[in-house]
T-cell receptor, first 115, second 111 residues
Framework: DADVTQTPRNRITKTGKRIMLECSQT?????MYWYRQDPGLGLRLIYY???????NKGEISDGYSVSRQAQAKFSLSLESAIPNQTALYFC??????????????FGPGTRLTVL | QKEVEQNSGPLSVPEGAIASLNCTYS??????FFWYRQYSGKSPELIMS????GDKEDGRFTAQLNKASQYVSLLIRDSQPSDSATYLC???????????FGTGTRLTIIP
């Protein structure tokens, strides 16, 4: 089984709908991240969490919220989806290793289309 | 200036040749640097990390770091069609809390 899983893998929704993307990991890592990827813009950080009680905004958090339900689960919500949130979304995890040695492990991605 | 910059490509290299991918970064205090490979429609995966000035070799891959010039590169020797992918350079922030990714360079190996 994959270490980092994301559900759903694909989603088409309409403007104004509430959407939740879920991420689960079996790696036992404390740190989890949500990114979005757009053509020509690379990976951009939305939110990140170092443990259940620690949530931090990334560079593009507006329009998104997150919930860290457990060490292994980190969900991303779009309260009212808009078309420019159409993108590929990745969840990632990393272990709290020595400074500069963290490796991020990515889930398979969720392709979200907002009509 | 963007924090992490890469040529977007596409970069086309004949099979068996050396592919050279470049990345510059703006934060002078950055201590570690990562190269991720992303196949089309797939998630990024780490292929190299480097922390010290100079070269680091791993199989056909060599990472080169020059902190004075704020420059990190990835060389792929004996390029194979399976190396065709987008290569992302990533640099952590000062507290090593998060990574900033470049926009990636798309590499195509021509058989």
């Amino acid at each position: 089984d994959a270490d980092v899983t994301q559900t759903p893998r694909n989603r088409i929704t309409k403007t104004g709908k509430r959407i939740m993307l879920e991420c689960s990991q079996t790696k036992g890592h404390d740190r989890m991240y949500w990114y979005r990827q757009d053509p020509g813009l690379g990976l951009r950080l939305i939110y990140y969490s170092f443990d259940v009680k620690d949530i931090n905004k990334g560079e593009i958090s507006d329009g998104y919220s997150v919930s860290r339900q457990a060490q292994a689960k980190f969900s991303l919500s779009l309260e009212s989806a808009i078309p420019n949130q159409t993108a590929l979304y990745f969840c990632a995890t990393s272990d709290q290793g020595l400074a500069g040695t963290d490796t991020q492990y990515f889930g398979p991605g969720t392709r979200l289309t907002v009509l | 200036q963007k924090e992490v910059e890469q040529n977007s490509g596409p970069l086309s290299v004949p099979e068996g040749a050396i592919a050279s991918l470049n990345c510059t970064y703006s934060d002078r205090v950055s201590q570690s640097f990562f190269w991720y490979r992303q196949y089309s429609g797939k998630s990024p995966e780490l292929i190299m990390s480097i922390y010290s000035n100079g070269d680091k070799e791993d199989g056909r891959f060599t990472a080169q770091l020059n902190k004075a010039s704020q420059y990190v590169s990835l060389l792929i020797r004996d390029s194979q069609p399976s190396d065709s992918a987008t290569y992302l350079c990533a640099v952590p922030n000062f507290g090593n809390e998060k990574l900033t990714f470049g926009t990636g360079t798309r590499l195509t190996i021509i058989p």
